[in-house]
């Protein structure tokens, strides 16, 4: 093992060298999931892998409380990576980094570290967790300016097949730009929204897919800035139209086999499965805050559509929260479930964390599987939702909190560091919008009154 | 590696010393018999013979290396103060010289930039395929001549199949020989890879890496010469 970090060390510092580096992006991540960036020399290189580079996190939301400000960024060897888009004349790199304290520990307020300790609790358990996300964003013709009404790119009235082109060329390149940062896309489209696209990544283990989630936010809002268009992410950005999901789908191998796979059960499924399903639906409602973690991600939760509003499952049923899609024949180790109301606004590491621990708590606990929803659940009435013992997601942040605060299972799975700054962060920033006149009122009340 | 064939036997006391310093294997020959009956099966790596203390053995020595229908290189020539002048018109007889007695650094310096130059020893390792090469030493590939920017794992992974053209192996395989014991993901981790692989190769020579239907992966043609793709 000791050997095999020394290899990967080598491979990045002879790269750098080989290829004349001049800039070597080190990248991590707040509490928010936002994507930080601190650029080094090569000639800092051999020091900040042996030493970490020093910083302090004070500065960054979720880090440090003021007594033990100082942390370490520790890059990753194994996530080099050299930058596509660098001017040829300036080779850029890159690498993810592990947060530590001046000991070397794990830093509690790093959510790679959160993640990368449960992936460890799953591993003792004999699991491994593969995700693949269905990423969807909008595409605006600029960045609207704070309170204004973004504009489509492609349902601006104007210049259709020029914008199509835009739009066309900027997946392109997207795509293009990912694959060279190895992140294998299985399929882009044009979703249902004006202008909103989505980009469905090839499955790998969960820590890898977080760091690519990272990477994909950069990339396609990096790419579009370049021809003058505003990308982004935020779950629900216009009035009607539904919002921007981040479906997960969700497997589990052990031993190199699909661990959700069972020939002889009539579902296709395992009593692992079942667990992982079970613990998902038994946990969703403490888990939401993590996975949807805006006041405007609830905005897409109420709209429906592709959005779950229930938590459920269903084989076939895409208002469930967890769908399990039909396996062609013979194609069992693609067995697999949906995780359907996260949303591409989230912390990538800790909303797979979170997801990882309830449904291996759903496995370790023998969760009984409730029925599958069989019937649309989004034009049921409330009573029938309670007769068939089906419950909602939370429909603002201020319940998905409520919910989180009072989950033993959410608070050991980010640590009490990220947990508490966490809660109290997003308080915050509830109470903000609380206080907040919107467009709504003032056109529904103002007229009146 | 294989020794070096030492002049003459046994060599100077600081000789010896220098070599032993700079990590060299090597054997020491009195006269030019010996040094063929003594050849190892896969040929001396070299040559280094000290001519400060018996001229004419050493030249004569030097001859047959260089005369006989496979040249000995690399072959470096101690030579003392007095004796530059007899190099004249020798030139066809060593590869470099240096001046008796020799520091050991020196003397390594210049076996290490022989073997280079003569395409042995720490020469960096090349390994090609078709349009593919990569570089043992440095870590790096090209496809085209075109740098491939590779992570470390998608380089080791490619500097495996590379180095086995046309064998076929199961994805068991390949996760125990390349990622050894740093993996948890089974087989998928293998798929995942070859995927990023494949697109980095770029469309034209993905087909470098074949999948070989409910075995596992092949690079290049197959060894029976059937392009069963």
Redesign the interface.
């Known amino acids: ?1 000791e050997n ?1 970090a020394r ?2 060390r ?3 510092l ?2 750098v060298e ?2 004349g580096v001049r800039l070597i992006r080190l990248w991590f991540t707040d509490v928010l999931g936002r994507h930080k960036s601190v650029a080094i020399s090569p000639a800092e290189l051999e020091t900040v892998f042996d030493e970490g580079l020093q910083f302090d996190g004070s500065a960054i939301d979720g880090f440090s409380r003021v007594q033990e400000s100082d942390v370490l960024a520790v890059p990753d ?6 930058l ?1 888009w660098a001017a040829e004349d300036e080779p850029s790199g890159t690498m993810f980094c592990d947060i530590t304290r001046l000991d070397g520990s794990p830093f509690p307020g790093d959510p790679r570290q959160v993640l990368r300790r449960n992936i460890g609790l799953a ?1 003792e358990a004999g699991f ?1 967790m ?1 995700c693949a996300p269905e990423v969807e964003f909008f595409y605006f013709a600029d960045a609207a300016a704070a309170g204004g009404v973004p504009r489509p790119l492609d349902g601006a009235s104007y210049f259709d097949l020029t914008t199509a082109d835009v739009s066309s060329d900027l997946r392109k390149r997207t795509l293009h730009m990912l ?2 940062l ?1 992140i ?1 896309v299985e399929y882009s489209f044009h979703e249902d929204g004006p202008s909103q696209h989505e980009i469905d990544l ?4 969960a820590l890898s897919m977080a760091d690519a989630v990272m990477t994909l936010r950069l990339t396609v809002k990096k790419i579009a800035m370049e021809q003058g268009v505003y990308a982004t992410f935020m779950p629900k950005p216009l009035n009607g139209v539904q919002g921007s999901g981040m479906h997960t789908h969700l497997s589990l ?1 052990r ?3 699909n661990a959700f796979h069972d020939p002889d059960s009539d579902d296709g499924l395992s009593r692992e499965g079942h667990g992982f399903i079970a613990g998902l639906l038994h946990h969703a409602r403490e888990i939401t805050a993590v996975t949807n973690q805006l006041v405007n991600s609830y905005k897409r939760i109420n709209e429906g559509y592709e959005a779950p509003r229930y938590v459920s499952w269903a084989r076939n049923n895409r208002s469930a929260l967890v769908r399990v899609p039909i396996i062609k024949p013979g194609k069992t ?1 693609s067995t697999r479930i949906e995780y359907r109301v996260i949303d591409p606004a989230c912390n990538p590491y800790l909303a797979y964390a979170v997801i990882l621990a309830a449904g291996l708590r759903g496995i370790a606990e023998g969760y009984e599987l409730p029925a599958e929803a069989v019937d649309n659940l989004h034009e049921l009435g409330p009573g029938e939702l309670a007769a068939l013992g089906v419950r909602p997601l939370p429909s603002n942040l201020a319940e998905a909190l409520d919910e989180m605060e009072a989950s033993e299972l959410v608070r050991e799975t980010l640590g009490d560091h990220i947990f508490e700054w966490f809660l109290r962060n997003k308080r915050a920033e509830w109470d903000l919008y609380q206080r907040q006149v919107t467009p709504f009122e003032l056109e529904h009340y103002l007229p009146t009154w | 590696m294989d020794p070096l064939l030492v002049f003459p036997d046994p060599p100077p006391p600081e000789l010896a010393q220098a070599l032993d310093l700079g990590g060299w294997s090597w054997k020491s020959c009195g006269d030019p018999d010996v040094a063929m009956a003594e050849e190892p099966d896969e040929g001396w790596a070299g040559a280094v013979v000290a001519a400060d203390d018996d001229p004419e053995g050493a030249f004569a020595l030097c001859r047959r290396l260089r005369k006989g229908e496979m040249p000995l290189e690399p072959l470096l020539l101690l030579v003392g103060a007095g004796q530059l002048e007899d190099l004249e018109l020798r030139d066809d007889l060593f590869d470099d010289f240096c001046l008796a007695s020799v520091r050991p650094v020196e003397l390594s310096a210049r076996l290490r930039h022989l073997f280079w130059r003569t395409g042995r020893g720490s020469r960096p390792e090349l390994i090609e395929y078709g349009p593919l090469a990569l570089n043992i030493e440095t870590y790096q590939a090209a496809i085209d001549g075109q740098p491939l920017d590779l992570t470390y794992m998608e380089y080791e992974l490619l500097k495996f199949l590379a180095s086995h053209p046309g064998k076929v192996f199961t994805r068991e395989t390949l996760l125990s020989r390349v990622w050894g014991y740093d993996y948890y993901g089974g087989a998928r981790t293998v798929d995942v890879h070859i995927r990023r692989l494949r697109a980095k190769l770029g469309e034209e020579h993905a087909g470098l890496i074949h999948t070989v239907r409910s075995v596992g992966y092949r690079f290049g043609q197959s060894r029976w010469g059937l392009s069963a793709r």
């Open positions: 093992m095999d290899r990967k080598d491979y990045v002879r790269t080989e290829r060897p194994g996530t080099f990576e050299l596509p591993r491994e593969f694959e060279a190895s294998p090839q499955y790998t283990d191998f031993d190199g086999a180790q």
